[in-house]
Nanobody
Framework: VQLVESGGGSVQAGGSLRLSCASS????????LAWFREIPGKEREGIAA???????SYSDSAKGRFTISKDNAKNTLYLQMNSLKPEDTAMYYC????????????????????WGQGTQVTVS
């Protein structure tokens, strides 16, 4: 399975970006998909996840501003980010699980098997 993110860039505070993650895997929609971000020197943070039935979960930092969605026909995961803040500056990664998860663990990085290479988001 290969995951390729795109859509990152530089934006002013208050602006929006939409990240995309294209998957080459045939089991793209079967397990949980998620977006994480990482700032140098800090742990990777789970910010949004979507289950195979469409149920979503968000971190407190993402709630109300970010929306995760997927297009199964295109094998693509999205993250719409609105009202961006400087503290959202990070490398953003998409991830795909290869098995089911317990409730409440969908934003834990160690639950995911496949990772993209990341796309940088800079908010100034």
């Amino acid at each position: 399975v290969q995951l390729v993110e795109s859509g990152g860039g530089s934006v002013q505070a208050g602006g929006s970006l939409r990240l995309s993650c294209a998957s080459s895997g045939r089991v793209y929609s079967r397990y949980c998909l998620a977006w994480f971000r990482e700032i140098p020197g800090k742990e990777r943070e789970g910010i949004a996840a979507i289950l195979n039935d469409g149920t979503t979960s968000y971190s407190d930092s993402a709630k109300g501003r970010f929306t995760i969605s997927k297009d199964n026909a295109k094998n693509t995961l999205y993250l719409q980010m609105n009202s961006l803040k400087p503290e959202d500056t990070a490398m953003y990664y998409c991830a795909q699980a290869s098995r089911g998860m317990e409730p409440g663990t969908h934003l834990s990085p160690n639950q995911y098997t496949y990772w993209g290479q990341g796309t940088q988001v800079t908010v100034s």
